[in-house]
Antibody
């Protein structure tokens, strides 16, 4: 069974740091690009960051650029999000999602999602 | 930057009725880059449609997607009780992803 399990959420201080992890299983992690997506309380979905299967392409949403860093460890089949300079507006549920790419057809979408981990930024 | 707009914000319907949800892009997008997700309270999003019109694995055929250019539609032919949820469209471009604000389908 394909699974994504996020961890590392919790209470963070404004200006502080947190590191989120996403443990994957049931598929060949090294072959897939991955995303982090977040959802503030009562709000919609916001894409946060993308990393390609080989880590050669990394992208960030404007609201986290320069503060967050995405990475992956193939040996651990895990995805990470280092969150620095935290702000109150970073408070959200953070989901990791597998990116399915069918290049021949031009399909790019997120086909598997974790249950999310909650980050609260407050003093 | 492409902005996605979804309408209506809320759709109040009864079970058995047809739901038509709209997603409009601020500029032309490639249809293959358009996806739809369903999210229920307290749950992660679930992929419904990819490539504008392809149902994901296990998605009932009452869900269908259509559209091209800037205008895309998700149709639920006959609402079942489990279909009352929030629906998001999403587009891809240059290794970045954008979501629409969502349409809530609630019970009338």
């Amino acid at each position: 069974e394909v699974q994504l399990v996020e961890s590392g959420g919790g209470l963070g201080q404004p200006g502080g740091s947190l590191r989120l992890s996403c443990a994957t299983s049931g598929f060949t992690f090294s072959k897939y690009s991955m995303n982090w997506v977040r959802q503030a309380p009562g709000k919609g979905l916001e894409w946060v960051s993308y990393i390609s299967s080989s880590s050669n392409i990394i992208e960030y949403g404007d609201s986290v650029k320069g503060r967050f860093a995405i990475s992956r460890d193939t040996a651990q089949d895990s995805l990470y999000l280092q969150m620095n300079s935290l702000r109150a507006e970073d408070t959200a549920v953070y989901y990791c999602a597998r990116v399915r790419i069918v290049a021949a057809m031009g399909y790019y979408y997120m086909d598997v999602w974790g249950k999310g981990t909650t980050v609260t930024v407050s003093s | 930057e492409i902005v996605l707009t979804q309408s209506p914000g809320t759709l109040s319907l009864s079970p058995g009725e047809r739901a038509t949800l709209s997603c409009r892009a601020s500029q032309t997008i490639t249809s293959s880059y358009l996806a739809w997700y369903q999210q229920k309270p307290g749950q992660a999003p679930r992929l419904l449609i990819y490539g504008a019109s392809n149902r994901a694995t296990g998605i009932p055929d009452r869900f269908s997607g259509s559209g091209s250019g800037t205008d895309f539609t998700l149709t639920i032919s006959r609402l079942e009780p489990e279909d009352f949820a929030v629906y998001y469209c999403q587009q891809y471009g240059s290794s970045q992803f954008t979501f629409g604000p969502g349409t809530k389908v609630d019970i009338k």
